[in-house]
T-cell receptor
Framework: GAGVSQSPRYKVAKRGQDVALRCDPI?????LFWYQQALGQGPEFLTY????????KSGLPSDRFFAERPEGSVSTLKIQRTQQEDSAVYLC????????????FGSGTRLTVV | DQQVKQNSPSLSVQEGRISILNCDYT??????FLWYKKYPAEGPTFLIS?????DKNEDGRFTVFLNKSAKHLSLHIVPSQPGDSAVYFC??????????????FGKGTHLIIQP
């Protein structure tokens, strides 16, 4: 596609529920990133993939967060046993290769945990 | 501890005048800096970047200045237009040193262009 596509756009989850957020990067983009943006804050780095390899997951806030990109294209961010503090916009970004200027962001998934 | 700081949550500028958005950083390992623009309900859009080997980069109405000794950068928009009204994020990375690939963002500055 022309841009980075994320689904769903909005997700309401009950506390304790598991959720899965999808990111479809620009075709051919090797690098893929996930960020978490809380209300009134800037995006915060969660994890980074180069093709199917997860090279950095230092930003994942707990072991309830898990990301995968099994075939080096589509990525899924999974959050288990969601808690209220997980409420945020989850942004996915991709770029042709590491360091290739600005990353292209998707519109994000707004997760609300009630 | 915020490593990238945007101390002005909002800025109001008249159409046609210059908008200056400021950003400070504390991590000496940062050597690549970017500015993003964000409209409501959309993802951030890349505007302009600068590496630490330069002190200025210009692209049309947008110019970014980097003062390494002060650990300060600024984005100048001239002339300001109504479509420039958005939240602007400053971001940094230790890219050239082969550091972490994730960007560290500031909290953003909401720029409002008044007619």
């Amino acid at each position: 596609g022309a841009g980075v596509s994320q689904s769903p756009r909005y997700k309401v989850a009950k506390r304790g529920q598991d959720v899965a957020l999808r990111c479809d990067p620009i075709s051919g983009h090797v690098s893929l990133f996930w960020y978490q943006q809380a209300l009134g804050q800037g995006p915060e780095f969660l994890t980074y993939f180069q093709n199917e390899a997860q090279l950095d997951k230092s930003g994942l806030p707990s072991d309830r967060f898990f990301a995968e990109r099994p075939e080096g294209s589509v990525s899924t961010l999974k959050i288990q046993r969601t808690q209220q503090e997980d409420s945020a916009v989850y942004l996915c970004a991709s770029t042709v290769t590491r360091g290739a200027g600005g990353y292209t962001f998707g519109s994000g998934t707004r997760l609300t945990v009630v | 501890d915020q490593q990238v700081k945007q101390n002005s949550p909002s800025l109001s500028v008249q159409e046609g005048r210059i908008s200056i958005l400021n950003c400070d950083y504390t991590n000496s390992m940062f050597d690549y800096f970017l500015w993003y623009k964000k409209y409501p309900a959309e993802g951030p859009t890349f505007l302009i970047s600068i590496s630490s080997i330069k002190d200025k980069n210009e692209d049309g109405r947008f110019t970014v200045f980097l003062n390494k000794s002060a650990k300060h950068l600024s984005l100048h928009i001239v002339p300001s237009q109504p479509g420039d009204s958005a939240v602007y994020f400053c971001a940094a990375s230790p890219l050239l040193r082969g550091g972490a690939d994730g960007l560290t963002f500031g909290k953003g500055t909401h720029l409002i262009i008044q007619p």
